[in-house]
């Protein structure tokens, strides 16, 4: 066992608005990872902490220097040896008190055939270790873990896939796209590369925010947009239209719990996505989340 405790200058208690010390003076954030075969990974609370012996999940202060995000990984990693590269976040919780906000980001495996060997990496845990996800509310939680656990659950396996018809965003905006369409895609496809998280409530998502998996589907002459880490692009063979509903119903087939969003202006498609079990939001939309206009 490592015993190391890294210090920065979130380190500190907050008197906080709500009349309660938390600490973290930058806020504090926890990586809740969902593994499909063996539940939740939890930590069971050394018990000279703060509500000792309770079930929480790896987490701590961030630094002024951390997103919620890094911080979770670095007290995961640090607390639980969970390699940071080995999960993707799917979606963040946020409890804002003003003065204090709680960040707990809910996360899977990057690769299922991957599993994570987690274990006590530091004293702040007696145990690490998976709980399946109908017996975590049987545990004595962390009181304000507890509280939120129920809403958490309810999305816990969840994740967001935007599929994209890149021929119809592309074609909403007149900048020059005519010329060179795959070159207008790989540009469509770097845009939301970036376009991490989204804000849950502009998709009527639960939760406070997403990272979505994203599906680009290119037809005719702009297929042979290579993918990106985070972007598959899909060469629809034939019609993009035929490969966009395709796309959508696989996703809701193989992962019923997942939500699956269509981006595209075309209502004959969109009624597609609709008989496929799907959502649909227009180029406009995807444009807001990605912090620009159209
Ligand atoms: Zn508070």
């Known amino acids: ?5 890294h210090r920065h200058d979130g380190d500190g208690w907050v008197d906080c608005d709500c009349g309660q010390r938390h600490w973290g003076r930058f806020g504090a954030a926890g990586l809740l990872l969902v593994d499909d075969e063996r539940g939740a990974l939890l930590q069971h609370r050394a018990l000279w902490s703060h509500h000792g012996g309770t079930w929480g999940v790896p987490g701590g202060a961030r630094s002024s220097a951390e ?25 963040a919780w ?48 962390l009181p304000a873990f507890g509280a939120m656990w129920p809403r958490i659950l309810a999305s816990a396996t969840a994740e967001l896939v935007l599929v994209v018809d890149a021929a119809n965003v592309v074609g909403s905006r007149p900048d020059g ?3 060179d369409r795959a070159g207008a895609t790989a540009r469509l ?14 998709l009527g998502l639960p939760a406070t925010h997403w990272w979505p998996r994203i599906v680009l589907v290119a037809e005719g002459k702009a297929r042979g947009v290579p993918s990106l880490d985070g972007v598959t692009v899909i060469d629809a063979p034939g019609s993009g239209d035929d490969a966009i509903a395709a796309a959508v119903a696989s996703a809701v087939t193989d992962r019923p719990q997942d939500h699956v969003i269509a981006v595209t202006a075309d209502r004959e498609l969109r009624s597609r996505v609709d008989a496929a079990g799907g959502e649909h939001i227009g180029p406009s939309t995807l444009f807001e989340l990605a912090g620009r206009r159209s």
């Open 1 to 5: 066992m490592t015993l190391v405790h």
């Open 67 to 91: 997103t919620a995000l890094e911080a979770a990984l670095r007290e995961a990693a640090e607390e639980a040896a969970v390699p940071p590269d080995a999960v993707r976040p799917s979606h």
């Open 94 to 141: 946020v409890e804002d008190h003003g003065t204090w906000s709680y960040t707990t980001i809910v996360a899977h495996l990057a690769d299922p055939a991957r599993p994570v060997d987690a274990r006590p990496a530091d004293p702040e845990s007696l145990d690490i270790t998976w709980v399946p996800l109908d017996s975590v509310g049987d545990l004595p939680l």
């Open 177 to 179: 796209w005519w010329r």
């Open 189 to 202: 496809r770097d845009e939301l590369s970036l376009l991490s998280p989204v804000p849950a409530a502009s």
